[in-house]
């Protein structure tokens, strides 16, 4: 992929390179702008983009343990590592099914604010400064927002408690990557 600006006026162009046997698996319908042999048109008529699958379940195996990690590094005061983290609880958990409530494609909290601008509000309370206070409050409104809207929308498969994999770890163990 190759990202660049060009202009004037100033335009934001990703382009990106596929082959052509790669171009039938894709989540949205690009806008070509050049095909040599109409290779790629002919895919788009034939294959419509699929949204991805989006497994509730798979959320509710790791959540608890993600925050117990998130706890962790907060406990050591690894106060950047523990606002990362909170990120990633936001990207993974919190907003792909708010995005999935209002019947949008699941990706995290990329244009939340447009496709569902009510949902952004609950989850401000999941944002923390540098402070370690601050930290704990947000990793608690990150749980409490998670049990509010798995419990109220249905979104929980099964509370197993036993998760499979954890972004604490800098190393990945064999059981979970067979897991996985």
């Known amino acids: 992929m190759i990202i660049t600006l060009v202009g004037p ?6 382009f990106k390179f596929v082959w052509a046997s790669d171009f039938s698996e894709r989540t949205e319908a690009p806008e070509i702008l050049w095909d040599r042999d109409g290779l790629l048109s002919d895919v788009l008529v034939q294959q419509p983009p699929v949204t991805p699958v989006f497994d509730l ?6 959540f608890w343990i993600w925050v117990h990690c998130g706890a962790t590094k907060l406990g050591r005061g690894e106060l950047l590592e523990t606002i990362s983290f909170l990120t990633y609880l936001r990207e993974t958990v919190l907003g792909p099914p708010a995005a999935r409530r209002v019947g949008a494609i699941p990706r ?8 569902a601008p009510e949902e952004p509000r609950n989850i ?9 206070h601050e930290a704990g409050r947000a990793l608690l409104a990150t749980v409490d927002l998670y049990r509010r809207w798995s419990d109220a929308g249905g979104a929980v498969v099964e509370r197993r408690h ?4 954890s972004p604490c770890s800098t190393s990945t ?5 067979a897991a996985d």
């Open 9 to 14: 006026p100033l335009l934001h162009v990703d």
């Open 57 to 62: 379940q798979w959320i509710e195996d790791r």
């Open 108 to 115: 995290g909290v990329r244009h939340l604010e447009a496709i």
């Open 124 to 132: 401000l309370a999941t944002l923390s400064g540098y402070d370690p």
């Open 162 to 165: 036993t998760p499979r994999s």
């Open 173 to 177: 163990t064999s059981s979970t990557k």
